[in-house]
Structures are given as C-alpha cells and as structure tokens.
C-alpha cells in the first residue's frame, strides 16, 4: 500500500523559512518522479516543484524560483522542499505527490499519489 506523508508545515512570518519532508512508503521509490503541489482555498491546485527519479534534475514553477529547492534522499525514500523568503502569496496546502514515468513534469495529471496535505500559512 503506497502511502506519502507530509510533514514541516507551520505558520511564519514572510522573509521565513519552512522545510517540507515526504516520508514515502512505495515500492520501487527510485522509478517515481516525485513533487510538492499546492492549493490554496478557492483556487486550483497548481504544481510547485518536482526532482527526477535520480534526483539530478529539478523543475519549479515561476513563482517559486530562487526561493524554494526541491531534493530527495532515495536511500531514505524521502522527499523535500526548502522554502526561503517566504511571501503571503504561498499560504496554502502543500501536497507530496508521486508518479511513475520517466519526465517529471509539473502536470498533476502526471502523478499517481498524493499525500494529505501540510497546511503552510505566511502572514504579513
């Protein structure tokens, strides 16, 4: 049974920082693409981040560059997400997400599984 849990949300001030982990019960973890998604209310779910199956190759989303890194530790079958210089504009529900193909793409439609969410509130 595939499982990903979630886990380093909280609440911060903007100029923060918050660390996201994903701690992934799959089998054959090293063949996922895995990423952080996020939805905040009222709006869409939209991608975020997402590292290759060998972790050597990494895609963020526009508003998020420079700011966040994406990394994974396959020994660990653990995913994360450093978030600097944190806005307002990032509070949302953060979502560990996992898909079995060979580009990684920041397409939900892409992945497989997802996690419950962490909730990350940035207050001004």
């Known amino acids: 049974q595939v499982q990903l849990m979630e886990s380093g949300g909280g609440s911060v001030q903007a100029g923060g920082s918050l660390r996201l982990s994903c701690a992934a019960s799959?089998?054959?973890?090293?063949?996922?693409?895995m990423g952080w998604f996020r939805q905040a209310p009222g709006k869409e779910r939209e991608g975020v981040a997402v590292?290759?199956?060998?972790?050597?190759?990494?895609t963020y989303a526009d508003p998020v560059k420079g700011r966040f890194t994406v990394s994974r530790d396959n020994a660990k079958n653990t995913l994360y997400l450093q978030m600097n210089s944190l806005e307002p504009e990032d509070t949302a529900m953060y979502y560990c997400?996992?898909?079995?193909?060979?580009?990684?793409?920041?397409?939900?439609?892409?992945?497989?599984?997802w996690g419950q969410g962490t909730q990350v509130t940035v207050s001004s």
């Open positions: 997400t996992a898909g079995r193909r060979y580009s990684c793409t920041l397409s939900a439609r892409e992945y497989d599984y």
């Open positions: 799959i089998p054959f973890y090293r063949q996922y693409c």
């Open positions: 590292v290759s199956r060998s972790g050597g190759s990494t």
